[in-house]
């Protein structure tokens, strides 16, 4: 079965630069959501985009931003990036719906280091 | 979002053994799931269980909604078994997110 997918896996960074993550749901997935898991850490929700709306917002940086597209992808840009913003990202799908939420599918994540 | 509470902490298992796993819930959740993360950190779905009980090989999940708790069992426990596992829920409706517990890491030694 498809599974999300996120690229890339792994990524090194500068301070102060610029990163660009992605993730591809689950086909009919509507629903996106991002995590951020700092080591030893739970994952720690960013943001979530509903049918390309966004849905909800958690402790994200103002630093950070992203967006859903028409074909339901998700972007998370990153910039200005700190040695603190070191950590793996994951990005989930569901399919939403009026009752409750579904079943969320977690990809396998992209290890962002900022050195 | 909700808060979530996960006992213990660490558990350290003889290879064979029974360990049982819970997760408490500030509030009513309409999402509970149990995730395994392995050491290469890939979370991997164990249940989606809002209520009722599963079971999946060794591993089977109790969720008492009313009571506000979820339990996840391991029965004779393995070497693969190691690792983080992390109890998540969502609250109201349309409060999609998953909060997550912090998370029990468990131990299987040969």
């Known amino acids: 079965a498809a599974g999300v997918i996120q690229s890339p896996r792994h990524l090194i960074k500068e301070k102060r630069e610029t990163a660009t993550l992605k993730c591809y749901p689950i086909?009919?997935?509507?629903?996106v959501y991002w995590y951020q898991q700092g080591p030893g850490q739970d994952p720690q929700f960013l943001i979530s985009?509903?049918?390309?709306?966004?849905?909800d917002k958690g402790s994200i940086p103002d630093r950070f931003s992203a967006q859903q597209f028409s074909d339901y992808h998700s972007e998370l840009n990153m910039s200005s990036l700190e040695l603190g913003d070191s950590a793996l990202y994951f990005c989930?799908?569901?399919?939403?719906?009026?009752?409750?939420?579904?079943?969320?599918?977690f990809g396998q994540g992209t290890r962002l280091t900022v050195v | 979002g909700i808060q979530v509470e996960q006992s213990p902490p660490d558990l350290i298992l003889q290879e064979g053994a029974n360990s049982t796993l819970r997760c408490n819930f500030s509030?009513?959740?309409?999402?509970l799931q149990w995730f395994h993360q392995n050491p290469w950190g890939q979370l991997i779905n164990l249940f989606y269980?809002?209520?009722g009980t599963k079971q999946n090989g060794r591993l089977s999940a109790t969720t008492v909604a009313t009571e506000r708790y979820s339990l996840l069992y391991i029965s004779s426990s393995q070497t693969t078994d190691s690792g983080v596992y992390f109890c998540?829920?969502?609250?109201?409706?349309?409060?999609?997110?998953?909060?997550f517990g912090a998370g029990t890491t468990v131990t299987v030694r040969a």
């Open positions: 989930a799908s569901s399919l939403g719906t009026e009752v409750r939420g579904t079943e969320a599918f």
């Open positions: 086909p009919r997935h509507d629903t």
């Open positions: 985009f509903y049918e390309k709306m966004q849905s």
């Open positions: 509030d009513s959740v309409n999402n």
């Open positions: 269980i809002p209520s």
């Open positions: 998540a829920g969502n609250g109201n409706s349309w409060d999609y997110k998953l909060s």
